[in-house]
């Protein structure tokens, strides 16, 4: 049977998509190649959120083609994903070579097209069209295709978003909020907790917005928050996480659920994009700063240890530098632990890309590197911060660094990497902070030596 290769770009959505599309292939016979090299089939998953990450898998491709087309002209290349959906056929007209473009709605054709493809009864397929029900179809799981039992999943609740800030391709690319139907969900998750996953997490563009026209309010609980409680309820499961939420789906009842659902982590990745209310405003955020400071204050006090990460543009359109002091600002009050800087890119047919006040290439790097310094200065205190606790983490596996040691992580989403063995892999172990580096934290876990 044919080995397939998936290489993907951008977001964990995209991360669970290939992983379906992998495991869907091998339940019809596809084996998975170990590289590119060696595989008969290679698929490029891709991300359009910013025109780098298209760039990459527009050059990736090209190499493969040159790589492939004369040594290996059987080999079929595919592109799936966001930007498959938003170029379409566009690809193929501009890398011929190219046989297969597979939009966000149609990942659970792709093993049909691909047959129809390697049988030769097609030449080239490019499906981008709606399709009902398709948020339901990324079920497959691969929990245990690579070498070991994998610990943590990830379940997609819902796709596509109605927010449309200004900036963003991705309701081009994902289409409208479509949700699952939480007992569906739950079947999921109850799965993988007994094929032994401790930590799940809920996975969609805009989950704090999960079911909002499908699945009334009750008794003052948002549809998300029922989600939440019913996936608590599953016996062995450890840890619950999600993202990405809106900072406006941060409601009493879900701050409530903080308080009072343990499964809960300590950690909320709130998108904050700006700390200038001119600029949200612009964006199509639906907050002012002072709302999502108070939601952020509202989190530390239910659960006063949380995480909070967020991602932050810099350099929109119109963006002045008193603008940019807003938001250098925001990151000095807020105190985040993580922050992923984006240097604002113009996306196709999104309302801010047709401004005229676009602000220059270099003021953009600039700011980012401004912003980059006063998070890490933070976030380093935090972590300093951590020397000398003890902590729980649930171990993943080998650190991908040093491969003699393991890696785990903390309830509020901090990696930390400690001497260890497989033996511990899927453990919630609590280990004492002893060092602390960027972004990571080194753990002693008192634990006997091995034989
Ligand atoms: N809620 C979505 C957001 C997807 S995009 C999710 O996480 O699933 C992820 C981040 O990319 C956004 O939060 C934003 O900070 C950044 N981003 C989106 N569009 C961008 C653009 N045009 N230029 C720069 N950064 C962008
Ligand atoms: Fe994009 Fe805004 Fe939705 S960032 S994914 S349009 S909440």
Redesign the pocket.
Known sequence: MPAVYIKTYG?Q?NERDSEAVAAQLTAKGYTLAPSEAAADVVLLNTCS??DLAEQKALGKMAALIAETRHRRPNVVLGFLGCMAQSRGQELIDQLPDVDLVLGTQKFHHAADYLDEILSGSREKIVEVAEEDGSEATVREHLLDGRARKSVTAFVSIMQG?NQH?T????PRTRGRERSRAIPDIVNECRDLVSRGVKEITLL???VTSYGKRDIPVKGGKSAFVQLLEAVHEIDGLERIRF??P?PKGYGEDLIEAYARLPKLVEHAHL?A?SGSDRILKLMHRGYARERYVGIVEKLRRARPTIGVST???VGFPGETQADFEETLSLARQVEFDQA?I??????RD?P?AGTTDQVPQEVREERNQVLLQTINEIAGRKYRGLVGRRVQILVEGPSRKNPARMTGRTRCNKIVVFDGSERHRGQLLDVNIIRAGSFTLYGDSDLPGED
């Open positions: 977001c959505m959120v910013r978003c800030c900036f963003c391709i991705v969609g563009q805009i993202t990405s809106h998108p994009q991602d932050i543009i992923f984006f240097k604002y890119s113009p996306r999104t801010a």
